[in-house]
Structure formats: structure tokens, C-alpha cells
């Protein structure tokens, strides 16, 4: 059983930094490409960025691209997202999330290829 706890959200004046946190337990959670997706009210839940499992590969969404990072410690099993210059238009409930294929060095963008969720960590924006 694959167990992901998010942290790191909060509130923050637009410019600020946020750094999220997730926490894998489980089997072979080391293994797997993990990602970050957001949901805003009254929308879907969008894909962020994603991280391959051995970190050597990531990639983002268009709208984060040169303030967002992804990286990962696999001696910790632990995923993070740093966030900077964020804006109001990042607000929303972030989702950590990991795949099944183990050593598949590949990085996803669809919610359906990811197996196992979080369960979302508050991130709001203000102006």
C-alpha cells in the first residue's frame, strides 16, 4: 500500500514562496515517477509538473515553467515543489501523486497514469 502526505500550503501575498512536501511510504515508492496536479475551485485537476523516478527528468506545465521546481530525494521517498513569484492564479488545492511502473523512465502528465493520490494541500494566493 503506497500512502502520500502533502504538506508546505498555506497562505501567501502574490510574489511569495511556498514549498510543498510529499512524503511517500509504501512499497517501492523510491521507484516510481511521481507528479504534482492542482484543482481550483470549479475546475479540473490540472497537471503541474512531473519528476522521472531516478530525478533525472522533469517537466511543467507552460503557465509554471521558470518559477515552479520539482525535485525529489529517493533516500527520504520524499517529492517537493518549490514555488516561486506565485500569483493569484495558483490557488488551489495541490495533489502529490505516483505511478506503478517501477525504473520507467518517463514522465507523465495525465492524472490516469497515476495511481496513487494525496489527499491535496491548500495553496491560496493573495493579491
Known amino acids: 500500500q503506497v500512502q502520500l502526505v502533502e504538506s508546505g500550503g498555506g497562505l501567501v501575498q502574490a510574489g511569495g514562496s511556498l514549498r510543498l512536501s510529499c512524503a511517500a511510504s509504501?512499497?517501492?515508492?523510491?521507484?516510481?515517477?511521481m507528479g504534482w496536479f492542482r484543482q481550483a475551485p470549479g475546475k479540473e485537476r490540472d497537471f503541474v509538473a512531473a519528476?522521472?523516478?531516478?530525478?533525472?527528468?522533469?517537466d511543467y506545465t507552460d503557465s509554471v515553467k521558470g518559477r515552479f521546481t520539482i525535485s525529489r530525494d529517493n533516500v527520504q521517498n520524499t517529492v517537493y515543489l518549490q514555488m516561486n513569484s506565485l500569483t493569484p492564479e495558483d490557488t488551489a488545492v495541490y495533489y502529490c501523486?505516483?505511478?506503478?511502473?517501477?525504473?520507467?523512465?518517463?514522465?507523465?502528465?495525465?492524472?490516469?497514469?497515476?495511481?496513487?493520490w494525496g489527499q491535496g494541500t491548500q495553496v491560496t494566493v493573495s493579491s
Open positions: 519528476i522521472t523516478w531516478s530525478g533525472g527528468s522533469t
Open positions: 509504501g512499497r517501492a515508492t523510491s521507484s516510481v515517477g
Open positions: 501523486a505516483a505511478t506503478r511502473r517501477r525504473f520507467y523512465d518517463a514522465v507523465y502528465y495525465s492524472h490516469e497514469e497515476y495511481s496513487y
